[in-house]
């Protein structure tokens, strides 16, 4: 089955610095991946997917990925963080044994410090 | 509906009851979902239903958890003689049937067994 490992649970960044938010997948089968976003008490928002195509995604606010399937990362970024950007962010593979159903990560929070 | 409904927002009881949380899919969404977030934790997957195929259980954690839809509609998930260790958010989800669809999250039902 396919799999996600986001590396950091935590992660803390000043205002307006780079966020880089680590992914890396293990499929056998191309994967399609996505990026979720969870606000404090508030359910998970899709930030961005990948299926195929172009490897450099473009998602909300401002996020961006890139699929690497040299490295099996797919990688977060955000050129400058803003406050409102802390959250907890999963990234998560289709576990195709199990129909279109995703498989998590753990998660990574944000904090963004002033 | 405009998004997925899961009801009730947030149930306490008592350990050894039974409880029912209740999701609404998006109309027209063929695939429904559940996962299971314990806190500080990422999400688990539980059950998945897709159209009238029988549902892929995998997921789910002991026989005190079942969960049913009927056809394209309304899905229940059921705990039996609850645990402490149930408590959680139980989130559902629903999309369209093909790949790399985006599956849309419900904001849970904030389950405490005390």
């Known amino acids: 089955a396919q799999s996600v490992t986001q590396l950091g649970s935590h992660v803390s960044v000043s205002e307006g610095a780079l966020v880089l938010l680590r992914c890396n997948y293990s499929?056998?089968?191309?994967?399609?991946l996505f990026w979720y976003v969870q606000y404090p008490n508030q359910g998970l928002q899709l930030l961005l997917k990948?299926?195929?195509?172009?490897?450099l995604v473009k998602g909300i606010n401002g996020f961006e990925a890139e699929f690497k399937k040299s490295e099996t990362s797919f990688h977060l970024t955000k050129p400058s963080a803003h406050m409102s950007d802390a959250a907890e962010y999963f990234c998560a593979v289709i576990n195709s044994n199990s129909g279109y159903a995703l498989n998590f990560g753990k998660g990574t929070s944000l904090l963004v410090t002033p | 509906g405009a998004g997925v409904s899961q009801s009730p927002s947030n149930k306490v009881t008592e350990k050894g009851k039974d409880v029912e949380l209740r999701c609404d899919p998006i109309?027209?969404?063929?695939?429904l979902y559940w996962y299971r977030q314990r806190l500080g934790q990422g999400l688990e997957f539980l059950i998945y239903f897709q159209g009238n195929s029988a549902p892929d259980k995998s997921g789910l954690p002991s026989d005190r958890f079942s969960a049913e839809r009927t056809g394209e509609s309304v899905s229940t998930l059921t705990i039996q003689r609850t645990q402490q260790e149930d408590s959680a958010v139980y989130l559902c989800?629903?999309?369209?049937?093909?790949?790399?669809?985006?599956?849309?999250f419900g904001e849970g039902s904030w389950l405490t067994v005390v």
């Open positions: 499929s056998s089968v191309p994967p399609y």
């Open positions: 990948y299926t195929t195509g172009a490897t």
């Open positions: 109309s027209g969404h063929t695939a």
């Open positions: 989800a629903s999309s369209l049937i093909k790949g790399g669809n985006t599956i849309y």
